[in-house]
């Protein structure tokens, strides 16, 4: 365990589907390092999702949010949070719900604390007019990792959770959201929209719409989406899919030609009450807004595979093109 200090800047930006339109987004950028006097520079800079946020078992957290400001709506001065989501043992004063905690203003900064005991994949988002802000893309991964790691009998193993029926060779986070194309331009706008009308026309994995979820990571066509959802592995490896849903739909994910084995949930290893290995295989799986699952899968011969949502109008890019909630698994020796 370790102190672990990060620094996150809340800010907006713009993103591209592979339809060439663009879109305008809330989110954040990493901060960490960043000298004093520069910071300001990141303004207008977010991504979707926002930066990994990678910690281990027993690490002391400090997260600093800096409120940024908005550069494409500079009138609006509303403040964000980030609420670790499905974090069992946070005090109210650092779990960025704005009623019973502090919220950050343009300008400010407010340092979280945290300190995880549970490993397993997670998510955080900005709590504030939450329904707005997390569809605006104020969101991202949190992947805690186990203690096990750190034995040194271990040592130079990965493992999802602390069991070593749970080791992998590679992981891919693949973070599920949609995107309302009108909203954003709504907000972009400064017009107002109505919320119970969000109807999405682009579906999302880490950020990008299918063709662009194979590109890798970093690719410089796509600066405000800069992760990829390409999953690539040798024959034999163990891949671990860490699936995360914060969109606001259910989603349903197959995978053809290759089985799943599904072994956590909601960043809990898939045990019974007294230690039953409850974990099993599946094609596919459903997840609801807010949840995250555990897969593994074994890369046992080459091929390409795709990893596709199940609810065929989500293959889309806007109705108009294939594309949408979609990527490959390629196993190449
Ligand atoms: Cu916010």
Not at 49 to 62: A, R
Not at 80 to 94: A, K, R, S, V, Y
Not at 154 to 166: Q, S, V
Not at 196 to 203: F, G, I, S
């Amino acid at each position: 365990m370790a102190r672990i200090d990060k620094r996150f800047g809340a800010t907006d930006g713009w993103i591209k589907m592979p339809d060439g339109t663009e879109h305008y987004i809330f989110g954040f950028v990493d901060l960490t390092g960043v000298p004093e006097e520069r910071p300001a520079l990141y303004r207008g800079r977010a991504t979707l999702p926002g930066p990994l946020l990678e910690v281990d078992e027993g690490d002391e957290v400090y997260l600093t949010l800096t409120n940024l400001g908005f550069p494409g709506r500079p009138e609006l001065d509303d403040t964000h949070t980030i609420h670790w989501h499905g974090f069992p043992n946070q005090i109210p004063l650092w779990d960025g719900v704005p009623e019973t905690s502090i919220s950050v203003p343009v300008g400010r900064s407010f340092t979280y604390y945290f300190k995880p005991a549970d490993p397993g994949t997670y998510m955080y988002h900005c709590h504030f007019e939450p329904v707005e802000h997390i569809q605006m893309g104020m969101l991202g991964p949190l992947i805690v990792r186990p203690a096990l790691e750190k034995n040194p009998a271990f040592a130079g193993r990965l493992f999802a959770y602390n069991d070593t029926a749970t080791e992998y060779q590679r992981e891919v986070i693949l973070l599920l959201t949609e995107l309302d194309a009108v909203a954003h331009s709504r907000v972009a706008a400064a017009q107002p929209y109505d919320w119970t009308e969000y109807r999405p026309h682009y579906w999302l994995i880490s950020g990008r719409s299918y063709p662009d979820t194979v590109k890798p990571a970093d690719d410089p066509s796509l600066p405000g989406q800069p992760f990829s959802a390409l999953i690539a592995a040798q024959p034999g490896e163990k891949v671990l899919l860490r699936f995360i849903n914060l969109g606001y739909e259910l989603h349903t994910l197959q995978l053809l030609g290759l089985p799943l084995r599904i072994i956590g949930q909601d960043a809990k290893l898939l045990r019974g009450y007294h230690g039953e290995d409850l974990s099993h295989s599946a094609t596919g799986l459903t997840l609801a807004a807010g949840q995250t699952v555990d897969a593994l899968v074994t890369a046992s011969r080459p091929g390409i595979y795709p990893l596709y949502n199940r609810s065929y109008h989500k293959n889309t890019n806007a109705g108009l093109t294939f594309g949408g909630m979609v990527t490959e698994f390629r196993v190449v020796p």
